[in-house]
């Protein structure tokens, strides 16, 4: 009883409902790049896109950091997916990327594999996204529709040993967006660390 009351004060678990309407048009934005580089959901029109908001700190994004987010983004993106993780914590705060080339050292060190990562530490994506956990992610299909919202699997705990028997509700919508399907599971609850928005 007491490990688990020194995990929870250490890693808070945050598990909060889903906000979009199902299927809804996904918030257009733009973001700086690493590379220092304006992105906009605009541009990669036609595209399936992945949104998955990352805090380097999180014991949430450490679990799925073990090896299993990597090798989704290295799937997703050698199908032509455009996965794009979001630093959205501000600056001073747990997860605060300074600039491009601090995230990039996180990244490498990781063996991370997005498309690229956009820093958003004024939290406009993230409120655009009404993002509240990293990780939380989001899959928006080729016409802009976004198609999946909410938690990366079902197993809300920061514990590696919990990958292997999850159901993995990004990879699903990716597999059904590709065989021409309706993404069966289109919301569920995302859990992990509270973004860490400016004003928060």
Same mark, same amino acid.
């Given at each position: 009883?007491?490990?688990?009351?020194?995990?929870?004060?250490?890693?808070?678990? $945050?598990?909060?409902?889903?906000?979009?309407?199902?299927?809804?048009?996904?918030?257009?934005?733009?973001?700086?790049?690493? /590379?220092?580089?304006?992105?906009?959901?605009? #541009?990669?029109?036609?595209?399936?896109?992945?949104?998955?908001?990352?805090? #380097?700190?999180?014991?949430?994004?450490?679990?799925?950091? =073990?090896?299993?987010?990597?090798?989704?983004?290295?799937?997703?993106?050698?199908?032509?997916? $455009?996965?794009? =993780?979001?630093?959205?914590?501000?600056?001073?705060?747990?997860?605060?990327?300074?600039?491009?080339?601090?995230?990039?050292?996180?990244?490498?060190?990781?063996?991370?594999?997005?498309?690229?990562?956009?820093?958003?530490?004024?939290?406009?994506?993230?409120?655009?996204?009404?993002?509240?956990?990293?990780?939380?992610?989001?899959?928006?299909?080729? +016409?802009?529709?976004?198609?999946?919202?909410?938690?990366?699997?079902?197993?809300?705990?920061?514990?590696? #040993? /919990?990958?292997?028997?999850?159901?993995?509700?990004?990879?699903?919508?990716?597999?059904?967006?590709? +065989?021409?399907?309706?993404?069966?599971?289109?919301?569920?609850?995302?859990?992990?660390?509270?973004?860490?928005?400016?004003?928060?």
């Amino acid at each position: 009883m007491i490990t688990r009351r020194l995990i929870v004060a250490s890693a808070p678990l $945050v598990v909060l409902a889903p906000s979009f309407a199902l299927a809804a048009p996904a918030p257009a934005f733009t973001a700086r790049d690493i /590379d220092g580089k304006t992105r906009s959901l605009a #541009e990669f029109k036609g595209k399936t896109v992945v949104l998955e908001w990352v805090n #380097e700190g999180c014991p949430y994004v450490k679990k799925h950091y =073990s090896g299993n987010m990597q090798g989704l983004q290295q799937a997703a993106t050698a199908d032509g997916v $455009v996965w794009l =993780s979001v630093a959205s914590s501000a600056p001073g705060k747990q997860g605060y990327f300074a600039d491009g080339a601090q995230a990039r050292t996180w990244m490498s060190a990781k063996g991370a594999k997005p498309t690229t990562l956009l820093l958003d530490p004024d939290g406009v994506v993230a409120t655009a996204y009404k993002a509240k956990t990293t990780p939380h992610m989001y899959v928006i299909d080729p +016409a802009g529709q976004l198609v999946y919202q909410g938690a990366i699997d079902d197993k809300p705990s920061n514990k590696v #040993e /919990d990958i292997a028997g999850a159901k993995n509700y990004v990879a699903a919508a990716l597999s059904d967006l590709k +065989a021409g399907r309706k993404v069966a599971v289109p919301a569920s609850q995302p859990y992990g660390c509270a973004v860490k928005y400016k004003d928060a």
